[in-house]
C-alpha cells in the first residue's frame, strides 16, 4: 500500500538477549503465534498467503466453536475467514487483518527479519507492526472471547486476507466480488494508525478516514535520434521537466474537519508555538497567517505534508534502450494521494494544465478519499476503552495518507475504523515498511487485553 498511517513528526516526534527455544516457551500463545506469523514469508509479491492462514486454523482449534474455512483468490493466495457465533440479534463485528507484507532488505536489518527474534525487549520481524502483529492480537482476542462462554449479541468474523500490499485484487477486492455475503458487518476494526509514545505524552490516533488515490501513468514522445546529435523535441526531456513540475508543486493546506480536530486535540498537549499553531492553523484569521508562515516548514515534513495537502510523488521513470540512442518515448508514474472533496478526475485535470498538453496522462488506480461516522458504538467503545488505559494520552480521530482494505468496506457503507492496539516508541515507526520493524512485547498482551475489553463493550 501504503500505508497506512503516518505519524505527524513535527507535532508528535519527541523528540534480552536473542531467544532461544527455552526462552520462547515463557512468552505467551499471542507471542508465540506472531512469532509464527513472522517466520511464515508472506512477502507480496507472490505473497503465498495460505501458509500464514494456516498458522492461523491450528491456532484456533483450540476454541472449537470457531469456525475457519481457507478461500483461496489463485494457489496459495489464501483469504481465511474464522467465525465465532452469537445470538444474531445483531450485525456481524469484523476483525480485519492482512496477511502479506512487504520485501524486506537482509542487508539493512539487525537482525533477519523473518527469524522473529526477541531482543532487547522486542520481537523483530517483518509484519510485526504492519499487521501480523493484528492479526495475532485479533486472533488471540477471538479464543479468549470464544473460551470464556459470555453472551454475545452478534457474531464475530476474523478475516486474514491477502494481498493488501499490492491494492487487494487477490483479497478483500476479491472476496467481495465473490463472497459478499461472508463480509456483511455492522463494523469493521483494522490497521490504519498505532500508539505512539512520545517523551511527554502518548498519541492515540483513531483512524477514521484516508486520503484517495490517483496514480498517473505519464507519456511523453518525441523524435527519436543519434545520442551525439541533441534534439529539441527530446520525450525525456519533456518528461523531466513535466515530472519537475509536479514534484515541486506545493499545494495549498486544506482544512477537513477530522484533521483540524486531530490538531486541536494534539494543541492540548503541546507547549509553546507548537501548540498554538496546532490549535490555530484553520482558524478564520490567525490560521490564514499561520498556514502562510507555516507552509514552507510543514512541506519539510513529508508525514504532517502528506494528510495536511494534495500529494503527487513522481516514482517511477522508464525510457531509451541504448545511450547512444535518444528514445522517441518515455514514461513517468505519480502516486498521488487526495483529499476529500477532490476526485481522481478532477485531479488528473488539475495536473494536466499544470504540465501541459504535450504530455498525455493515464490514470491507472484510483478511488475517493473515504470516512466513517464517529457516532458509532465501536467507535466510541474504542476511545472509552483507551483513555481508561491510557488517561493522560490523546486519543483522536485520524486520517491516513496511506489506504487500507478499510477502503472496501467503507465503500459499502460498512464503517471502519483502524487502530492497532499497541503503543511503540517514535523512533520505531519507520521501520514500517523499513527496516528493523518490531514491537515491544508487552504491548502484544496489552493489545488482547485491550481489543477483549472493546469487544465485550460492543457486545
Known sequence: MKKFFPILTLIIAGFLPSHSPAQTATHSHTVRLLQQLIRSNTTNPPGNETRAAEILVDFFKQAPSIKTEIIESAPGRGNLIAHLPGTGTQAPLILLAHLDVVAANTKEWEVAPFEAIIKEGFLWGRGAIDMKGMAAIEAATLVKLAQSH??????????????EETGGSMGVEWLFKHYPKKLRGAWVLNEGSIGIQRPDFTVLPIQVAEKGVCWMKLTAQGTSGHGSMPLQDNA??????AMTLIGDYNFPLTNIPVTKEFLAAMGTQLTGLNGFAARNLFTPILGALLRKFASTKISAD????AILRHTATPTRLNAGIKVNVIPNQAIGYVDARILPGMTPEKFKTFIQNLIGDDIEIEIIAASVANESPRDTALYKSLVQVLQKHYPDAVVAPYISAGATDSRF?????????????MVIPEADISGLHGKNERVPLESIDKGVEILTEVI????
Not at 513529508?302 to 505534508?305: A, Q, R, W, Y
Not at 467503507?410 to 483502524?418: K, L
Request: net charge positive; aromatic share 10%.
Open 456 to 459: 465485550r463493550d460492543v457486545l
Open 409 to 421: 468496506f467503507r465503500e459499502r457503507n460498512i464503517p471502519a475504523y483502524g487502530f492497532i492496539p
Open 150 to 163: 459470555a453472551p454475545r449479541n452478534r457474531d464475530i468474523i476474523f478475516i486474514g486476507a491477502a494481498d
Open 236 to 241: 525525456v526531456l519533456k518528461l523531466n521537466r
Open 302 to 305: 513529508p508525514k504532517l505534508n
